[in-house]
């Protein structure tokens, strides 16, 4: 396959992991992922293989903060590619609203994402998540931390539940 054709087959795999994500379709947006993809963000750190397809199947649960997202895709080449997003929703444990911008780094390799790089300002997205606490300590390592610690406690037990709820089936 040439350079120009890998480039844009890259592209249409972008596009098709975000209008997935629009839909709310975590399993789509995980068939775009290599079997070992690794994936890390501000607020999950470092996740790989099947616990960053469980990230956004728990990230995409029905009855979520209304998720409204909008994307761009920026210079896409046969080995790597990038894309601004923005999410609004509601915070899920204060119901306070958040636009939050992210700005994703692709790798690929044999058509899929082997890797994903997504970052933002914690701080800000503290900020408008937690309300005067997130604005005035979100800047903190502490703080951080602790949102850090509090999202992999919540992807474990999500990761928990569906292996009992697949154990009963």
Not at 5 to 21: D, G, S, V
Request: glycine residues 10%.
């Amino acid at each position: 396959m040439s350079v120009a054709t890998t480039a844009a087959a890259n592209t249409k795999l972008i596009t098709r992991f975000y209008e997935a994500f629009q839909k709310r379709d975590a399993e789509a947006m995980g068939a775009c992922y290599a079997p070992g993809i690794t994936f890390r963000d501000p607020v999950f750190g470092r996740l790989e293989g099947e616990r960053a397809r469980a990230m956004w199947r728990m990230l995409n649960q029905p009855g979520g903060g209304g998720l409204e997202l909008t994307y761009q895709l920026g210079v896409v080449d046969d080995v790597t590619g990038t894309a601004a997003w923005q999410a609004k929703y509601k915070a899920p444990n204060t119901g306070r609203p958040v636009e939050n911008h992210i700005t994703s780094r692709f790798w690929f390799a044999d058509g899929l994402i082997v890797r994903q790089e997504d970052t933002f300002d914690l701080w800000k997205w503290a900020s408008m998540a937690l309300g005067p606490t997130g604005r005035l300590m979100g800047w903190s390592p502490m703080i951080q931390g602790a949102i850090r610690k509090r999202a992999l406690a919540n992807l474990d037990k999500f990761i928990e539940a569906e292996a009992e709820a697949a154990a009963k089936d």
